[in-house]
């Protein structure tokens, strides 16, 4: 066998073994979550009616407090990203477009820029950096104290305790916050630019109105849940993979990160671009 058959053998060999690496830990993922969630409706039981009730009620207090500290606590730092994204997109599209004539399209730029694409990946970029490291590093520190040994000692599944409610109080806060997020740019933003530009608010909501469609509804619902499904699913893995050594916590905690990133921001271009690859074939240009 020559060697260049050798090298691209190898070439082809270290793909494969990637490629393997990356669906099994997309399955190890799938599977954690499947198995919170299981763990949460059907394994408190234990063939008490009161035990069920008092352990989906603990269960619940986690998933508020999560929904607290990712979406309340998260808010200033949302309106005011929100307030300039949405402002600087407004007097963006209102000057050029005034330039030409063409103040009618401001409201389906606006949709394009704010609600398909830059609120989904804002708010993710934000809740990766406050919360998926934050859970990151106190599941890993709950690993190295031994507390996760403790709560099965008790009879407490993990998973239903641990990565439920973060995984649960994680997508309720995403979805939340990028709503939040996609008012305040859109309302908040046309008060900024009010000031330079005379453009009345009912040409303006007219605007917004007409540009909306049903699947603008459903993009939003896609990116933003799964944006907090694999943010905080990440987060709990990488935690979770801590072998009880201190100085593994921020190894997780950068590696939760910068694969979340890369999650989202994969997720948020390959959803984007099939949306508009059916609008051009809806349109007859493909």
Avoid at 137 to 165: D, K, Q, T
Avoid at 191 to 211: C, G, K, M, Q, T
Avoid at 216 to 229: A, E, H, Q, R, W
Wanted: with cysteine.
């Amino acid at each position: 066998m020559s060697d260049e058959m050798t090298i691209l053998l190898q070439q082809a060999d270290a793909v494969g073994a990637r490629i393997f690496e990356f669906f099994r830990y997309l399955g190890s993922l799938g599977l954690l979550v499947y198995l919170s969630f299981r763990a949460t409706i059907f394994g408190s039981t234990e063939g008490h009616t009161h035990v069920k009730k008092y352990g989906l009620r603990q269960v619940f207090s986690v998933v508020s407090a999560q929904i607290y500290f990712t979406g309340w606590q998260a808010l200033p730092m949302i309106t005011v990203l929100a307030l300039a994204a949405g402002g600087i997109a407004i007097l963006q599209s209102s000057a050029q477009l005034s330039l030409f004539g063409g103040t009618g399209m401001l409201g389906s730029i606006l949709v394009i820029t704010i609600v398909r694409e830059m609120g989904p990946l804002i708010t993710a970029l934000i809740v990766i950096a406050r919360s998926g490291a934050a859970v990151a590093s106190e599941i890993g520190n709950m690993r190295v104290h031994r507390e996760i040994e403790a709560l099965e000692v008790m009879g407490i599944n993990p998973l239903s305790y641990i990565v439920f409610p973060r995984v649960a109080g994680g997508v309720i806060s995403v979805v939340c916050l990028a709503f939040y997020f996609n008012a305040i740019s859109l309302v908040g933003g046309f008060f900024v630019s009010r000031a330079i530009h005379d453009l009345p608010f009912s040409f303006y909501f007219e605007s917004l109105a007409n540009a909306f469609v049903i699947e603008d509804i459903i993009l939003f619902f896609v990116k933003n849940g799964f944006s907090g499904l694999m943010i905080f699913a990440l987060a709990c893995h990488q935690g979770l993979s801590v072998k009880l050594s201190s100085h593994e916590v921020p190894q997780v905690t950068t590696k939760a990160v910068v694969h979340s990133i890369i999650a989202v921001t994969s997720f948020n271009v390959v959803v984007s671009v099939i949306f508009y690859v059916k609008q051009l074939v809806r349109m007859g240009i493909l």
